[in-house]
C-alpha cells in the first residue's frame, strides 16, 4: 500500500469579489472561511486549483 503526499490547505484572504472560477476553486479544496484549513491529497488535479488561487493560499506539507 502506497502512501500519498499530502498538503496542508489555508485560506488566508477572503474570497469576496473573485472570479467565480476562484471561488469555485477555494469550496473544491474544502475551505470555507478565512483562516479555515484543509488536508488534500498531493494530486495533478488539486495543484491545479491551488496553482489557481495560490494568491489566497498559504500551502504547507502535511
Not at 500500500?1 to 467565480?20: E, H, N, P
Request: aromatic share 2%; net charge positive; with cysteine.
Amino acid at each position: 500500500m502506497t502512501t500519498q503526499a499530502k498538503l496542508k490547505v489555508t485560506l488566508v484572504k477572503s474570497t469576496i469579489g473573485r472570479l467565480a472560477k476562484h471561488k469555485a476553486c477555494v469550496v473544491g479544496l474544502g475551505l470555507r472561511k478565512t483562516g479555515s484549513s484543509a488536508i488534500v491529497i498531493d494530486t495533478p488535479e488539486n495543484r491545479g486549483m491551488i496553482n489557481h488561487v495560490s494568491y489566497m493560499l498559504k500551502v504547507e506539507e502535511a
